[in-house]
């Protein structure tokens, strides 16, 4: 009885929050439709559009400038691709849309190639799309950035029932005006087949988590999705729903499955591989493919990262992907450096800093001492200048260490949700909940969440010229933790830190405290170094750190060097003994 009444009201509120978005967006569609069109492989010139049908036709796509949505005609090359949803025979269709000018919105309609064409829209509006600003361009846009989603466990309990949470996020990115959203891996759990990504009609346990008419069906209309792989999903289905290979081709990337040979004992395999770069104004984005298959681990043992599954495959996507001599590393590498300058971000599923303990930080991928030419190396010696990863259930920002790159974890937009275990020195904000306690957690001065859907987010970043501002956005509409990056060209260091002291703390912890830098842009972040070793970095809003290695007493020196987003570092401050 609990049960039922708690469904009953979650339903109720989901259905009061996606008023005028999704539930009102697809009645009158024709009973052919069964997956609302939704956009992918998106350019400045050009843009596909999916949709699914329960006939199989060579689908049309009449398209035109706002007021005159049907002046023009595209048709598939080919027939739909037959697919089986929970039994059912449905066909994909996708058609490119080209000839479309930068960074101008569009309408759009789809249609049956029927001798009698059928508006499989309906009575529905014709739904709009804006493609990408031209490479260099100065107009500000913002995107979206999500990972982990598409799943029917509500709040914990997957007895097939609407995912609230995921709903309302969906309905929320719908609405928030921006151009395209990236994907940071594992899309349709469990293993993102055709029956969990769905239709508009099935429901059920882990079916249509993804194009059920509460989720995709409406923000998938207008907004073009950017994806790569997870740990999750890794079949022929991905590419099939999600084809981005103009855009892959364009960039030289792949976009395509491929036969992987043994690594540390695991079995040879066909996965997707999926990693390309493409440009919108003054960014070009990277969409990388850092992940493995967590059934597939062979003799792996996780190495430095830790015994667990995904320290594992850590270490053997290390070895696939992220070798000086792998096709990915030097197809990157060659593209970082025909692309010098401007804004660069990248998107891969996983994370270089995470405090999850299950899925914790991919120390293969991290620029360590111990780690030479590594992927977080690579992006950081040639420009990156944000991260996005998924993988871990929860909202994480972490800063750079010394050659680090900032990066956020960004893996709650829909699946159920994961707890972080500690909180790292790098770790500026985090939250995070756990279903058996029903209690949040948090790192960095974060508020404790009260219920999981202040947990599920998306990250909306708006671009303006050098800046990008990263606004979370959590499935009640409410945003938390903005950021301002400025990455405009800087060569001016931060002042030195004041007032360093070092306290004491028990028998084996050592307290540095110091006043702020100044820069003349934003100081970005905060290195300790303990007898001129480096130790530890902390946010720019931290002006303290415990050392909890310190015998004290002791002779210890230690110093605080201010840095900022272009790396220019502070001199060392005076050095005081424990």
Request: charged share 10%; hydrophobic share 35%.
């Amino acid at each position: 009885m609990r049960r039922s009444l708690a469904a009953a009201v979650a339903a109720l509120s989901a259905a009061f929050a996606l008023t005028g978005t999704a539930f009102a967006d697809l009645p009158g569609a024709s009973p052919l439709l069964t997956r609302a069109p939704y956009l992918s492989d998106a350019t400045s010139t050009s843009m596909r559009v999916n949709w699914g049908t329960s006939t199989q036709t060579r689908g049309t796509v009449r398209w035109g400038p706002l007021g005159n949505c049907t002046a023009n005609t595209a048709t598939a090359l080919g027939l739909g691709t037959p697919i089986s949803v929970n039994g059912t025979t449905q066909y994909q269709n996708r058609v490119l849309v080209s000839g479309l000018s930068p960074g101008t919105q569009y309408c759009y309609r789809v249609f049956t190639g029927d001798a009698t064409p059928v508006d499989l829209l309906g009575t529905n509006p014709s739904p709009t799309f804006t493609t990408l600003e031209p490479a260099g361009g100065a107009t500000p846009f913002s995107f979206a950035v999500m990972g982990d989603w598409g799943d029917t466990t509500n709040s914990g309990v997957n007895d097939g029932s609407l995912n609230v949470n995921q709903a309302n996020l969906w309905s929320q990115l719908g609405n928030s005006g921006v151009r395209f959203a990236l994907s940071a891996g594992d899309v349709a759990y469990p293993a993102g087949s055709q029956t969990s990504y769905g239709d508009l009609n099935q429901t059920g346990v882990n079916i249509s988590a993804v194009f059920r008419r509460e989720y995709w069906a409406y923000p998938g209309q207008h907004l073009p999705m950017f994806i790569t792989n997870g740990n999750h999903g890794r079949n022929m289905t991905a590419l099939t729903n999600w084809p981005e290979t103009t855009t892959a081709t364009a960039s030289g990337g792949r976009y395509a499955m491929e036969n992987y040979p043994s690594f540390f004992g695991t079995t040879p395999a066909s996965y997707p591989s999926t990693y390309y770069a493409f440009d919108s104004g003054p960014v070009r984005f990277y969409v990388l493919d850092a992940s493995w298959s967590d059934s597939n681990l062979g003799s792996a043992t996780g190495g430095t990262c830790g015994s667990g599954s995904s320290c594992k495959m850590y270490q053997i996507d290390a070895a696939a992907h992220w070798s000086t001599t792998s096709a990915q590393y030097q197809w990157l590498q060659n593209d970082l450096t025909a692309h010098p300058g401007g804004l660069k971000v990248a998107v891969f599923h996983f994370p270089l800093r995470s405090d999850n303990s299950a899925q914790k930080g991919d120390t293969f991928l991290q620029n360590t001492p111990g780690n030479p030419n590594s992927l977080e190396q690579l992006l950081h010696d040639n420009g990156v200048n944000l991260v996005f990863n998924g993988h871990g259930h929860h909202y994480q920002r972490n800063v750079a260490p010394p050659g680090g790159v900032p990066s956020y974890v960004t893996g709650a937009g829909g699946a159920k949700l994961h707890s972080v275990s500690t909180c790292s020195a790098t770790d500026a904000y985090a939250i995070s909940w756990t279903y058996t306690s029903n209690r949040g957690k948090v790192c960095g001065g974060a508020p404790v969440p009260t219920a999981d859907s202040q947990v599920f987010h998306f990250l909306k970043v708006s671009v303006n010229g050098t800046t990008l501002t990263v606004t979370p956005t959590n499935s009640l509409g409410n945003t938390f933790d903005e950021q301002v990056y400025n990455f405009a060209s800087d060569s001016s260091a931060p002042t030195p830190v004041g007032g360093l002291t070092v306290g004491r703390s028990g028998s084996t912890t050592s307290v540095v405290s110091w006043t702020a830098a100044s820069d003349n842009i934003g100081v970005a972040a905060y290195d300790v170094y303990r007898n001129g070793t480096y130790l530890a970095t902390v946010a720019p809003n931290k002006l303290t750190f415990s050392d909890k290695t310190a015998a004290c007493p002791a002779t210890y020196s230690y110093e605080v060097r201010a840095r900022d987003l272009a790396d220019n570092t502070s001199a060392a401050t005076a050095s005081v003994t424990c």
